[in-house]
Nanobody
Framework: QVQLVESGGGLVQAGGSLRLSCAAS????????MGWYRQAPGKQRELVAA???????NYADSVKGRFTISRDNAKNTVYLQMNSLKPEDTAVYYC???????????????WGQGTQVTVSS
């Protein structure tokens, strides 16, 4: 079994900062990309940021320059540092990992349970 456990969400005023963490545990052989998605009420889930095992990153245009994704491969953990938060960043943030749960099997997508981020104006 593989679990992704997120932490760090909460309520913050516009202009503030939050740091999200997501730790993967369980039967993991290796992890490819890890990322953060978000879903606001009435909207589709969208990619916020992603990072490969080699450290290459990709960001949504709406968060470039404000959010930074990083990972600690030794801890199977991915982070999202969110600065200069705006009310439109309010959403449930989900951690995602594309990983190999064992040797000789295909990689699979796993999701965390989500953590609420609310930015007040």
């Amino acid at each position: 079994q593989v679990q992704l456990v997120e932490s760090g969400g909460g309520l913050v005023q516009a202009g503030g900062s939050l740091r999200l963490s997501c730790a993967a545990s369980g039967s993991i052989f290796s992890i490819n990309a890890m990322g953060w998605y978000r879903q606001a009420p009435g909207k589709q889930r969208e990619l916020v940021a992603a990072i490969t095992s080699g450290g290459s990153t990709n960001y949504a245009d709406s968060v470039k320059g404000r959010f930074t994704i990083s990972r600690d491969n030794a801890k199977n953990t991915v982070y999202l540092q969110m600065n200069s938060l705006k009310p439109e960043d309010t959403a449930v943030y989900y951690c995602n990992a594309d990983l190999f749960p064992g040797v000789g099997v295909l990689s699979e997508d796993y999701w965390g349970q989500g953590t609420q981020v609310t930015v007040s104006s």
